[in-house]
């Protein structure tokens, strides 16, 4: 029976499957249709050969708790509650139980819901996947864990010196299904993760209902680990970057897996695939509870200023490929400036489903995928720590931007012309006063609207929030 679908085409559901696939700290630059030279990524290649590869496609945050938030609530992370890293302490809140997500929504409309993988949106039960509209669930509830183990590094306050620097220690086993704490010890947790996605399409063949499977991998996010079988293709680089190119191409060889058991059950012809990642590459310390103290540049932004913690554009541009043979047209690079928060809207009316009643700051932009439209985003904005960032058209505001998250801006005010200058090399800050004007009181609306809903309504529903937050991994 191999290869031959569990179904016709024509009794698919009228309403279009969902997979959302998110990879981790995952920069601008390293796929293989964006030209990289190091890592493989033939199967993520096809599929952007398949649909559009969106090279202006935006997260939300440089970080990763916040921009996950966006991503599945349609909205700014200010405007959902969640504005830094989680911390991994099992009491450690996050996602409000009242801020509806992309889950919640097509459930309501009769989709199965499934996530695959990483969660970082509260460790707390009323934070948790099955509060948030998933009815099944496998994965690690916090930010980071080992990929065989399955231990994540830093779930409490005891701090460890090293280097100068001190940093969160302890680890504690992370690993989840439905609720309930289970343990696969020495499995690779990307190849855990393509298995049950697997399986979860396979299901999807024998259900009449549309499903929206969300897998947030954890690669390539730290430690560095990755079984010798995917190290071989690249034994002649460093070490450090064998083994992320390796981490990358598992992950890469585990979606082209998936989409392979879509089509052997007749189903990807109506389904929607989203691949994206959280944030740009991490500069952080790796593997440091496996004896490496060495920084380690991570993955590559390409041709972008900046990575994982900054505003520049290497933080928050991060890959982007949609795929929906019955719907988008095949071959696309869309240039359009879009971002994660547009996924819930665009995804809901896809789905036929009403947004009129969610609160959403992101737009369905269908039409700019389906039918060549330009972006719906007059202007957009990004807020971390101090930075504050506003993009409209081609012209990029950066308010004390930072390209190492311990460190001072250089520039503390920062206009590029995207157009002209994507690596945001030179400031334009002192020709254009007028278009920093017009700018800078933009961000600061913007801004000042985030302070004030997290004053009043985030802080006393979650008061002990801040002492969950990891904000940076290092603490002075």
């Known amino acids: 029976m191999t290869g031959v679908p569990v179904h016709d085409e024509q009794s698919e559901p009228a309403r279009p499957n969902i997979i959302v696939f998110v990879s981790d700290d995952h920069g601008y630059g390293d796929l293989g249709i964006m030209g990289s030279e190091t890592v493989h990524t033939p199967r993520l290649d096809d599929l952007a050969r398949s649909g559009a590869l969106l090279t202006s496609w935006y997260a939300n945050s440089p970080v990763c708790s916040p921009s996950r938030a966006s991503l599945l609530t349609g909205r700014y992370p ?12 099992r009491t450690t809140p996050g996602l409000a139980p009242q801020v509806p997500t992309l889950a919640t929504a097509l459930r309501e409309l009769g989709y199965r819901t499934e996530l695959i993988g990483k969660w970082h949106l509260g460790l707390t039960v009323e934070s948790r996947p099955e509060a948030h509209g998933f009815e099944a669930s496998f994965g690690h509830l916090a930010g980071a864990i080992d990929y065989y183990s399955h231990i994540h590094y830093s779930p409490n306050n005891r701090r460890v010196p090293m280097n100068g620097r ?43 209902r549309p499903f929206f499977l969300y897998v947030p991998f954890n690669a390539p996010h730290y430690p560095l680990h990755a079984p010798e079988n995917y190290k071989e ?23 082209g897996r998936i989409v392979d058991e879509l089509e052997r059950q007749g189903l990807r012809e109506n389904t929607v695939i989203l691949f994206t990642s959280d944030n740009g590459p991490s500069r952080e310390i790796r593997n440091w509870l496996d ?64 947004t009129s009643g969610y609160e959403l700051d992101g737009t369905d932009v269908l039409p700019v995928l389906a039918n060549g439209a330009g972006t719906p985003h007059q202007a957009l904005f990004w807020e971390q720590g101090e930075q504050t960032a506003v993009r409209q058209g ?17 520039d503390p005010v920062f206009l590029a012309d995207l157009d002209d200058d994507l690596g945001e090399t030179r400031n334009l800050a002192d020709d254009l006063p007028t278009v920093v004007a017009e700018l800078r009181d933009a961000a600061d609306d913007f801004r000042a609207g985030i302070e004030k809903r997290w004053a009043e309504e985030w802080l006393p529903a979650i008061p002990d929030y801040d002492t969950h937050v990891f904000p940076s991994g290092v603490s002075k």
């Open 291 to 354: 004896g490496g103290q060495d920084a380690y540049p991570g993955s590559s932004a390409g041709p972008l200023k900046g990575h994982k913690f900054s505003l520049f554009e290497g933080g928050i541009r991060v890959p982007g490929i949609v795929s929906w043979p019955a719907r988008i047209p095949a071959g696309q690079r869309i240039d359009e400036p879009l971002a994660a928060m547009d996924v819930f809207p665009t995804v809901l009316a896809a789905a036929e489903g009403d």
């Open 233 to 255: 293709p690249f034994r002649h680089l460093p070490w450090p970057q064998m083994i992320m190119a390796a981490m990358i191409s598992a992950m890469d060889e585990a979606i």
């Open 166 to 208: 001190t940093y969160f220690g302890a680890p504690i086993h992370d690993l989840w299904e439905n609720g309930v704490e289970v343990y696969h010890d020495g499995e690779y947790m990307t190849e855990l993760v393509r298995d049950r996605a697997v399986d979860a399409v396979r299901t999807a063949g024998s259900d009449r």
């Open 394 to 410: 081609r012209w990029k505001l950066t308010l004390n931007g930072q390209l190492e998250e311990s460190l001072p801006a250089e």
């Open 78 to 89: 200010g405007n959902a509650g969640v504005r830094s890293i989680l911390q991994g302490y």
